[in-house]
């Protein structure tokens, strides 16, 4: 299961082997500077939206990669199992934002020092 963790000033969406092939990307650093917002999503599956492009991706049971809408770029890792997680709006970067799936939504903000 990917981890969004904090090293430093930098904020780090690491990822596992698969999650990698499936996402078509490797692990995500962005600074801290560039994190505007972090909330909790109650049902994150269906907070992913938009053309998959690349990445892999079953409605309602997985979405992994990129995602394009007029939102902006998210990239996503939800995994079925995961009914929870984190939405993190980035400014100046190459992503809009992240959504990633986790079991304790409120713990992970808390451990980032991000609270809003």
């Known amino acids: ?3 969004l ?6 904020l780090v969406l690491r ?21 505007q917002t972090i909330t909790v999503i109650d049902d994150v599956i269906h907070a992913v939206h938009g053309l998959k492009l690349p990445g892999s991706r079953l409605p309602g049971v997985f979405a ?6 007029l939102e902006g770029t998210i990239f ?13 709006t980035l400014n100046g970067v ?3 934002g992240l959504i990633v799936g986790v079991n304790d939504p409120e713990q992970l903000i808390s451990s980032l020092g991000l609270a809003n």
């Open 94 to 96: 190459s992503f809009d």
């Open 15 to 35: 990822l596992t082997s698969i999650e990698k092939v499936e996402a078509l990307h490797g692990d995500i650093h962005v600074p801290i500077s560039s994190v």
């Open 76 to 88: 996503a890792i939800v995994h079925h199992q995961t009914k929870r997680g984190v939405k993190v």
């Open 5 to 10: 963790v904090r090293e430093g000033d930098t």
């Open 64 to 69: 992994m990669g990129t995602f394009v809408s």
């Open 1 to 3: 299961m990917a981890e």
